[in-house]
């Protein structure tokens, strides 16, 4: 399969399209993860806190690939930040996945409030040296949070992880990212499915003979993003990987961009999130 990669600071690289595994169970992860490499995905985002790191890593042992020809991610639950904490949660997704490395590993939120983000940075630069996660990035994370850990370590985080769909674009991140040389990664890329139904990319997909999760999908493609859908829906995990065969038009993407409405977060705001 030949599918689009960005390649981060660091040298290694991710590829564009993957799979989010939020709110899979445990029980049906591995076949779901089955069926995403099947249709040729290779890079599959889990957490600590989805609670079904075993099922993926079975998911990735049973595929019949290489597990170095598949990109695994998987986050620092918020409860484990802190330098040592986070050595030993480190251990213990390594153990539920049952791999000796991740390709990247995400402190899933700044959680400001308990003033640890930076310590846990510093064990996320520890785990790098030792090459047990190739890339170390962050999730949810605003500027400010970013030049803080930079300021501190000197070590920028390969990509950053946002809520980003069409609906809420944060290009003020997009920027602040680029100029860091950080990677931009969407989640909630549909927005939770709730924007497949919004008329203007129904009109784009009409067009195209394309579903509307195809061209957000790509949009999110052609703007450079990495981009993770979720489903547990076999003919809807394949029907979200085809979307390399076709391109959004300079009309259609002018048309998207103007559908960005500042501030209609879904998910929680990363500055105030108690949790
Ligand atoms: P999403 O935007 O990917 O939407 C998923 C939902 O859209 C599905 O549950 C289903 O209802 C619907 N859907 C999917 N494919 C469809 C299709 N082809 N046709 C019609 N409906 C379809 O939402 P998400 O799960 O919130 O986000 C994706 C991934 O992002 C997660 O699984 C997770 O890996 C990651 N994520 C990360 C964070 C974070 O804090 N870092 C937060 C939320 C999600």
């Given at each position: 399969t030949t599918q689009p990669i960005i390649t981060f600071h660091d040298g290694h690289s991710i590829p564009q399209v993957g799979l989010g595994v939020w709110q899979t169970p445990q029980e049906?992860?591995?076949?779901?993860?089955?069926?995403?490499?099947?249709?040729g995905y290779r890079h599959i985002d889990t957490a600590s806190g989805y609670d079904n790191e075993e099922?993926?890593?079975?998911?990735?042992?049973?595929?019949?690939?290489?597990?170095?020809?598949?990109?695994?991610?998987?986050?620092?639950?918020?409860?484990?930040?802190?330098?040592?904490?986070?050595?030993?949660?480190?251990?213990?997704?390594?153990?539920?996945?049952?791999?000796?490395?991740?390709?990247?590993?995400?402190?899933?939120?700044?959680?400001?409030?308990?003033?640890?983000?930076?310590?846990?940075?510093?064990?996320?630069?520890?785990?790098?040296?030792?090459?047990?996660?190739?890339?170390?990035?962050?999730?949810?994370?605003?500027?400010?949070?970013?030049?803080?850990?930079?300021?501190?370590?000197?070590?920028?985080p390969v990509i950053n992880q946002i809520e980003l769909h069409p609906d809420f674009q944060q290009k003020a991140a997009q920027e602040a990212h680029k100029k860091l040389n950080i990677a931009t990664e969407s989640?909630?890329?549909?927005?939770?499915?709730?924007?497949?139904?919004n008329p203007v990319i129904g009109e784009i997909a009409r067009k195209h003979r394309k579903t509307p999760a195809q061209v957000i999908i790509r949009w999110h493609v052609d703007t450079g993003l990495v981009v993770i859908p979720k489903s547990v829906t076999p003919?809807?995990?394949?029907?979200?990987?085809?979307?390399?065969?076709?391109?959004?038009?300079?009309?259609?993407?002018?048309?998207i961009a103007k559908l960005d409405s500042a501030g209609a977060r879904m998910g929680p705001d990363p500055m105030t999130a108690a949790f």
């Open positions: 049906i992860a591995a076949p779901t993860v089955r069926t995403a490499i099947a249709a099922g993926v890593g079975e998911g990735i042992r049973s595929s019949g690939l290489d597990r170095k020809d598949i990109f695994v991610t998987t986050k620092l639950r918020n409860t484990d930040q802190g330098y040592d904490n986070t050595l030993r949660a480190f251990d213990g997704s390594l153990k539920k996945l049952g791999l000796d490395y991740v390709d990247l590993y995400l402190v899933h939120w700044p959680s400001p409030h308990r003033g640890l983000y930076t310590e846990t940075w510093k064990a996320f630069v520890r785990i790098k040296e030792e090459g047990r996660a190739r890339s170390i990035g962050v999730s949810n994370f605003y500027p400010e949070h970013l030049e803080r850990i930079i300021g501190e370590t000197g070590v920028v989640w909630s890329p549909l927005g939770q499915g709730q924007f497949i139904s003919s809807r995990i394949e029907e979200n990987f085809q979307v390399f065969d076709f391109k959004l038009d300079a009309d259609d993407m002018a048309a």
